[in-house]
């Protein structure tokens, strides 16, 4: 385990207190016939809780959302009395961003627990105001010894298995908060726009899974307010609000944001969908994803936002956030020659080489949304990923990230590593120049965790053009197994700050550790 000296967990009552939906609500949905943002009498209110995301060793950003136009004020402190506390003036929040706000956090001090509570004033008096709503998270280390440990894992509210009262709903997320981990990576589907739920789902063995349903979740997204309702529908969930209150988040996103398997330029062939536009359906989902999570604001060209980044976390890791969705070309069987677009897009991987060269970080968790050396099909011909199941030398997608290997070993970028999920199911792979077709890298390691509310799938093909052998994997032995049925994974980081050793350990929903392996810092390939 890290040996950084253990900053107490936050106070339950202090993280809680003002933050959630009664938890009787997620026991009754016909409570949300009536949701929070319809009830304009009073003050303002925070009912969908808060959350911090890309939180480094000196900033932060604070997320909220309000029943009505107010304006955002987030107050920081050291202390959960809120002594000497710190007032940072955020926006005016309306329906334009569908009343939701997030305020960025600058000099704050490092490797420390920072409590902030975040109240929403009338923008005519702002006299009145409603209950605060309290969070907290550590900034990151300035100083090596303190280490890092963070959880990762994604898939959430997937094929048709949504919040689920019976059981309680998505308690994993107790379960991960109860960790106290530094942060959490979302590798990608932070919902399933394409997935609709039902009220129940009769299982194999005869037991009735039981869904809360909404308006947004009784169809595919298309609108707007569908995508929104849809990043909502996962708020719903106590364990999901308490979690973001103690946990800052990394999020990226994937296809499910969308539409399973979408990429740019698709014309849609879907009777569900009216849109047959896919570039416009992503658009209105980014700026609902935008809407709804805290993340910065960054420009890869006048006019376009983009995903990818580097969030920085201390000396010892440096976390890059990829984006395998947004520059990709068409799914296809992906065996051309030469393919300059690939995955990533040319700008994206040039980006991607540039930052890996000038990183000084003892770790660099390369957070990629889709794995590498696993066949992922789309349809009979078509491959969704990176692999395409021909073990040759690199074609399609492929060529771009042997280019990326090839960097990283003549470079001699140390301390890489590959962090993903989207395959439901939780995997080790190692890929070796010497079982692969392509020999020009250096060795390295892939991990796969879960999904955390989602269906379980049974294992993926491997493509040997990098030589991946999987060393464990725990899956389903058929597609489509209910939470019910089937433990959620996640995965756990933890960086030692003596040693520099970074463990990762595969976990399952109730307390098991599946796997585990400690790699060595400053080797080029491991």
């Known amino acids: 385990m890290s040996n950084r000296p253990l900053v107490p967990a936050p106070g339950r009552r202090s ?7 009664a938890s009787a609500a997620v026991a009754a949905p016909a409570v949300f016939a009536t949701a ?37 004020v987030v107050e920081t402190s050291a202390t959960e009395s809120f002594r000497r506390a710190r007032t940072w003036h955020g926006p005016l929040i309306g329906p334009g961003t569908d009343f939701t706000g997030t305020t960025p956090l600058h000099g704050l001090p490092a490797g420390r627990q920072v409590h902030y509570r975040v109240t929403l004033a009338d923008p005519h008096d702002p006299r009145r105001t409603g209950k605060p709503v309290y969070g907290t998270f550590r900034t990151a280390p300035a100083v090596r010894r303190d280490g890092v440990r963070f959880l990762w894992s994604g898939d959430i509210a997937g094929q048709g298995w949504g919040i689920n009262p019976d059981i309680g709903g998505y308690r994993v997320y107790d379960e ?38 909404t308006p947004e979740k009784s169809k595919v997204a298309e609108t707007l307010d569908e995508y929104r309702g849809n990043f909502r529908y996962n708020l719903l969930d106590d364990n999901l609000r308490a979690f973001n209150a103690q946990v800052p988040g990394i999020v990226q996103w994937d296809d499910h944001e969308v539409r399973n398997n979408w990429y740019p330029g698709q014309i849609l062939d879907d009777a569900r969908y009216t849109e047959k536009n896919v570039d416009l359906l992503a ?6 994803f935008r809407e709804y999570f805290p993340v910065p604001t960054l420009r890869a060209s006048p006019g376009e936002r983009r995903m990818h980044r580097v969030v920085r976390h201390g000396p010892l890791l440096d976390v890059f956030v990829l984006d395998m969705r947004s520059f990709r070309n068409a799914n296809s069987p992906g065996r051309q020659p030469d393919d300059t677009t690939g995955i990533l897009g040319a700008e994206q991987l040039g980006w991607l080489k540039s930052e890996l060269s000038r990183s000084r970080a003892v ?10 050396g696993l066949v992922v099909p789309d349809g009979a011909t078509d491959f969704e990923a990176v692999a395409q199941g021909d073990p040759g030398a690199p074609l399609g997608r492929e060529l771009q990230i042997a280019e990326l290997l090839r960097h990283i070993k003549h470079r001699r970028i140390t301390g890489t590593v590959w962090l993903t999920a989207d395959v439901h199911y939780t995997s080790a792979q190692h890929y070796s120049p010497e079982r692969a077709a392509f020999k020009d890298f ?22 040997a053009t990098f030589g991946p052998e999987r060393v464990f994997v725990r899956a389903p032995d058929r597609a489509n197994v209910s939470p019910m049925e089937s ?14 050793e970074l463990t990762v350990r595969l976990r399952a929903q109730g307390g098991a550790v599946l796997f585990s392996k400690v790699l060595q810092p400053g080797r080029i390939g491991q």
């Open 15 to 21: 993280v809680l207190r003002g933050s959630l939906i």
């Open 487 to 500: 433990p959620q994974f996640f995965g756990e980081v933890d960086i030692d700050g003596g040693s520099g």
């Open 176 to 213: 991960m908060r109860r960790l106290d981990p530094d942060f959490f990576l979302c590798s990608g589907d932070n919902i399933y726009a394409d997935g609709v739920l039902e009220p129940s789902v009769t299982l194999p063995d005869g037991r009735i899974w039981r869904n809360i349903t």
């Open 283 to 288: 658009a209105r989902s980014m700026r609902a």
């Open 442 to 463: 250096a060795p390295f390691w892939e991990f796969v965790s879960g999904p955390l509310a989602a269906g379980g799938f049974p294992a993926n093909a491997l493509d």
């Open 363 to 372: 770790w660099k968790v390369i957070a990629a949304d889709m794995p590498l």
């Open 36 to 72: 929070p943002a319809l009830a304009l009498s009073g003050r303002p209110s925070a009912s969908w809780g808060v959350q911090a995301g890309d939180v480094t060793a000196s900033s932060a950003l604070v997320w909220v959302r309000s029943d009505r136009p107010a304006r955002m």
